[in-house]
C-alpha cells in the first residue's frame, strides 16, 4: 500500500514570496490534515478535510495561508505572502476517517521550507 | 485546552538497555493516543495507537501503556538497538480528529 505523498520535499524562497505545497492522501482515505512543525517542537494542526470539505481550520493563519482538496482525493496547501516565521516542516497525514472510532493518522515524509 | 508533555526532553542510554519514556497530558477525555518515531529530517511513522478502552498496546520491543484517570503514557522499549534512535513523539486525541503533540524525547542508543 502506497503511503502519504509529498512535493516537494525542500524548498527555499526570500520573505514575501509564495509557495504551495502538494499531498497525495492513502487511496481511499476521506480525511486529510496539515500539519505545521516548528524545529524542536510537535506538530500542530492548521487544517483538517472530510473529502472535499473543511472540518476544522481554526489554527489556519488565513490571512495568508489557504489549502484546498478540490476532487476529494490531493490536497494544495499555499502561503501567501512567506514569513520569516513560517519556516517550518510542512506534514500532511491521512486517515480513514474521523471521529470516536479513532482512526489511525498516517504522514507523509513532509516538506521542510526555510525562508530567508 | 489539552496540554501534552513529554518527559525527558533527550536521553541517551548504551545498547541493550531497557527504557521508559513518558508522556503526560491535561485533559483525560480523550478518544485514542499513538506514538511515533521520527527521524531526521523525515517525516512521522506511527509506532501504536492505544484506543481510551485499552490499558495497553505491544509490537515487537515496544509497548506502550495509558492510564487516563492519571492522564499517563509510557512507551516500554526492550534491548534498545542504535537503530531505535530518533525523536519519539507522543499525541493525544481529544475529539476524534485533531491530534495534539508533545514536544518530544530525542533518543539516542549508542553501541
Known amino acids: 500500500e502506497a503511503g502519504v505523498a509529498q512535493s516537494p520535499r525542500y524548498k527555499i524562497i526570500e520573505k514575501r514570496q509564495s509557495v504551495a505545497f502538494w499531498c497525495n492522501p492513502i487511496s481511499g482515505h476521506a480525511t486529510l490534515y496539515w500539519y505545521q512543525q516548528i524545529l524542536g517542537q510537535g506538530p500542530k494542526l492548521l487544517i483538517q478535510?472530510?473529502?472535499?470539505?473543511?472540518?476544522?481550520d481554526s489554527q489556519l493563519p488565513k490571512d495568508r495561508f489557504s489549502a484546498e482538496r478540490l476532487k476529494g482525493v490531493d490536497s494544495t496547501l499555499k502561503i501567501q505572502p512567506a514569513k520569516l516565521e513560517d519556516s517550518a516542516v510542512y506534514l500532511c497525514?491521512?486517515?480513514?476517517?474521523?471521529?470516536?472510532?479513532?482512526?489511525?493518522?498516517?504522514f507523509g515524509p513532509g516538506t521542510r521550507l526555510t525562508v530567508t | 485546552k489539552q496540554e501534552v508533555t513529554q518527559i525527558p526532553a533527550a536521553l541517551s542510554v548504551p545498547e541493550g538497555e531497557n527504557l521508559v519514556l513518558n508522556c503526560s497530558f491535561t485533559?483525560?477525555?480523550?478518544?485514542?493516543l499513538q506514538w511515533f518515531r521520527q527521524d531526521p529530517g523525515k517525516g512521522l511513522t506511527s509506532l501504536l495507537l492505544?484506543?481510551?478502552?485499552?490499558r495497553e498496546q505491544t509490537s515487537g520491543r515496544l509497548n506502550a501503556s495509558l492510564d487516563k484517570s492519571s492522564g499517563r503514557s509510557t512507551l516500554y522499549i526492550a534491548a534498545s538497538q542504535p537503530g531505535d534512535s530518533a525523536t519519539y513523539l507522543c499525541?493525544?486525541?481529544?475529539?476524534?480528529?485533531?491530534?495534539?503533540f508533545g514536544e518530544g524525547t530525542q533518543l539516542t542508543v549508542n553501541p
Open positions: 485533559d483525560s477525555a480523550i478518544y485514542n
Open positions: 478535510f472530510q473529502n472535499n470539505g473543511v472540518v476544522d
Open positions: 497525514a491521512s486517515s480513514l476517517d474521523w471521529g470516536p472510532d479513532a482512526y489511525e493518522q498516517y
Open positions: 499525541a493525544v486525541n481529544p475529539s476524534g480528529s485533531r491530534l495534539t
Open positions: 492505544i484506543q481510551s478502552s485499552q
